[in-house]
């Protein structure tokens, strides 16, 4: 069974710069997460979606924006880039939205390097 | 407000001793908690679980305990060896919310 699929891998952007990064969830699974690891602050809840509805929304400004299409797959925007925004994005999947499953389980990829110059 | 805190950035062992990795929780309303193990260049992967209503689950060389009183949970790694070496993280949730994780403990096991 293929993991959950993250593109791109590493990409540079400018400050202005907007970006669109896109998670391909493990096959079956409906909900898609996405997370920011920095340095020091661990994995900062976005968004997650279930079904192409968004269930629930970290505490980010409103230049971060998700959505997931019918075949589950899902894609974050970032508009306006600036410096603070560089991090590691992970996108997880689950085949229930999260607190729901039984085990709680989250299933993650390698995760889009994002660098802001 | 961080409702997880794991506050050992580091932790260094000797491969084959136990490894000892804390977690304190503030939110009293969270009823799972969950590990992850992390590779660079790699996601996060699931290592463990526990619920509220248990306070210690096994998994081969793997033990969490969970103190609800304290608020505190920690991962027990026994041996440890090298190839365990990695980020830790701790998580938690509570009814049909997102995972709300820490910030991660850097685990080195020396050979």
């Known amino acids: 069974k293929a993991g959950v699929t993250q593109t791109p891998r590493y990409l540079i952007k400018t400050r202005g710069q907007q970006v669109t990064l896109s998670c391909s969830p493990i096959s079956g699974h409906r909900s898609v997460s996405w997370y920011q690891q920095t340095p020091g602050q661990g994995l900062q809840f976005l968004f997650e979606?279930?079904?192409?509805?968004?269930?629930n929304k970290g505490n980010f400004p409103g230049r971060f924006s998700g959505r997931q299409f019918s075949n589950s797959r899902s894609e974050m925007n970032v508009s306006t880039l600036e410096l603070g925004d560089s991090a590691l994005y992970l996108c997880?999947?689950?085949?229930?939205?999260?607190?729901?499953?039984?085990?709680?389980?989250?299933?993650f990829g390698e995760g889009s390097r994002l660098t802001v110059l | 407000d961080q409702q997880v805190k794991q506050n050992s950035p580091s932790l260094s062992v000797q491969e084959g001793r136990i490894s000892i990795l804390n977690c304190d929780y503030t939110?009293?309303?969270?009823?799972?908690f969950l590990w992850y193990k992390k590779y660079p260049a790699e996601g996060p992967t699931f290592l463990i679980s526990?619920?509220?209503?248990?306070d210690k689950n096994e998994d081969g060389r793997f033990t969490v305990f969970l103190n609800k009183s304290a608020k505190h949970l920690s991962l027990h790694i026994v041996p440890s060896q090298p190839g365990d070496s990695a980020v830790y993280f701790c998580?938690?949730?509570?009814?049909?919310?997102?995972?709300?994780f820490g910030s991660g403990t850097q685990l080195t096991v020396l050979p």
């Open positions: 998580a938690a949730s509570t009814g049909a919310r997102q995972l709300t």
């Open positions: 526990i619920s509220s209503i248990k």
């Open positions: 979606y279930f079904s192409e509805t968004q269930r």
């Open positions: 997880a999947s689950s085949p229930q939205p999260q607190g729901i499953s039984e085990t709680g389980e989250l299933f």
């Open positions: 939110n009293s309303m969270f009823d799972y």
